[in-house]
């Protein structure tokens, strides 16, 4: 009989209620522990260098920071620590992309009080942990099979305009994004006419409205 896998576990959740939901959860079961909590980016690596646990729990959303990239900063630097990513967001949108940063799982909120526990095992086990869904999208993709589905519009843009997005329906500014990334105004300008020319938006009112619509419902209904 295969045996279960044991672990030490990182939470990354800037949610301090859901945070403790997924820690008693977690700490419950006799051979799986929490080892660390962190609301953000450099808190989550801090712990990761010092506390080297099996496996990260991240939440896309996270305070002041970006769980995509802490994702890619955990697959790149310490690959010895697996990632389980947790988001609201439309898993068709995300769960591809993630993956390919190097996350071992992809997790809806929605879903995470059923399945936390065996999508941690299942990772800790050297599985990938996907729904049934995204599995037969990631199969059709290998082999090359046509999507039934219409993807999401969203699929069209990048992971960096799909950063700028998801800010802007946070209700950042321009320069407050650009201060956040690092980066000039005039780029993140150009980011956000990308933007709009991809998802077919008028102009900056509909970017904001589609932008801010998406971040509340995980939804992404077009123009």
């Known amino acids: 009989m295969k045996t279960k896998a044991s672990g030490k576990i990182l939470i990354v959740e800037d949610h301090p209620i859901f945070r403790m939901g997924l820690k008693d959860m977690i700490d419950s079961e006799p051979d799986l522990s929490v080892c660390a909590e962190a609301e953000d980016v450099d808190t989550a690596i801090g712990f990761v260098i010092s506390c080297c646990p099996d496996l990260a729990i ?3 959303s996270l305070k002041n920071s970006s769980g995509f990239d802490l994702v890619c900063q955990i697959h790149q630097n310490y690959n010895f620590c697996r990632t389980l990513v947790l988001s609201m967001h439309e ?5 591809e992309r993630c993956l390919l940063a190097g996350a071992q799982g ?3 909120k929605q879903e995470a009080s059923e399945s936390v ?3 941690i095992r299942n990772i800790l086990n050297g599985q990938i942990h996907v729904s049934s869904r995204i599995m037969s999208r990631l199969l059709n993709v290998f082999t090359r099979q046509s999507e039934p589905e219409q993807a999401s519009p969203l699929a069209a843009i990048s992971d960096r305009e799909l950063e700028i997005f998801k800010m802007i329906g946070c209700g950042l500014t321009s320069k407050e994004i650009a201060v956040r990334l690092n980066l000039s ?3 993140v300008g150009t980011y956000r006419e990308r933007i709009k020319e991809k998802l077919n938006l008028k102009n900056a009112s ?3 409205r589609h932008a801010v619509i998406w971040v509340e419902t995980g939804v992404f209904k077009g123009s």
């Open 117 to 119: 526990v065996t999508a």
């Open 106 to 108: 992809y997790l809806m």
């Open 185 to 187: 105004i005039k780029t």
């Open 206 to 208: 509909e970017l904001i």
């Open 58 to 60: 991240v939440d896309l």
């Open 91 to 95: 898993e068709a949108l995300y769960a």
